[in-house]
């Protein structure tokens, strides 16, 4: 059990729910980074924490995974690709850690997708790019993920 110091509910407004954010392109950046391992312990991943910068739905937060070790070869492909968009989005092309990709702003494109056993709408970023000298839109340097991601 956690001691929970006398918390009082009626204290505190409860949280809201929150809705799924509409396909589209945002500013965002990387605040958070961690390396874990798979649920079945043969490989590894990079999940990144963004937050949405600007618009409508700042401040809500986002996640990606990124398969760095895996058995399946096309995820690990579908993961070098992908920290690639974000290492040119960031300005960034030899990272020694993820650190150096945070608080960089650049700009991901969300899509909203079906879970397929329950049906349910969730988020993916399906893109990473650069923010243009207008700010905001993406560059044309960086390219979505592949295809097959």
């Given at each position: 059990m956690v001691e929970?110091?006398n918390?009082?509910?009626?204290?505190v407004?409860?949280a809201?729910?929150?809705?799924?954010i509409?396909?589209?392109?945002?500013?965002?950046?990387i605040?958070?980074?961690?390396g874990?391992?798979?649920?079945?312990?043969?490989?590894?991943?990079?999940?990144?924490?963004?937050d949405?910068?600007?618009?409508d739905?700042?401040g809500?937060?986002?996640?990606?995974?990124?398969?760095?070790a895996?058995p399946?070869?096309?995820?690990?492909?579908i993961a070098r690709a992908?920290?690639s968009?974000?290492?040119?989005?960031v300005?960034v092309?030899?990272?020694?850690?993820?650190g150096?990709?945070?608080?960089?702003?650049?700009?991901?494109?969300?899509?909203?997708?079906k879970?397929?056993?329950?049906?349910?709408?969730?988020?993916e970023?399906?893109?990473y790019?650069?923010i243009?000298?207008?700010?905001?839109?993406?560059?044309?340097?960086?390219?979505?993920?592949?295809?097959?991601?």
């Amino acid at each position: 059990m956690v001691e929970l110091n006398n918390f009082d509910a009626n204290e505190v407004e409860p949280a809201q729910d929150f809705e799924v954010i509409p396909a589209g392109k945002y500013t965002a950046c990387i605040v958070a980074s961690e390396g874990k391992a798979t649920k079945k312990g043969d490989g590894h991943y990079l999940e990144v924490e963004l937050d949405i910068l600007e618009g409508d739905y700042k401040g809500r937060k986002l996640w990606d995974r990124l398969n760095l070790a895996n058995p399946s070869a096309r995820a690990v492909e579908i993961a070098r690709a992908t920290l690639s968009s974000i290492c040119r989005a960031v300005g960034v092309m030899q990272p020694k850690d993820s650190g150096e990709l945070h608080n960089k702003p650049l700009v991901i494109r969300v899509k909203a997708k079906k879970q397929k056993d329950t049906g349910d709408i969730y988020n993916e970023i399906a893109g990473y790019h650069k923010i243009d000298a207008q700010g905001g839109q993406p560059a044309q340097t960086t390219s979505d993920r592949p295809p097959w991601g």
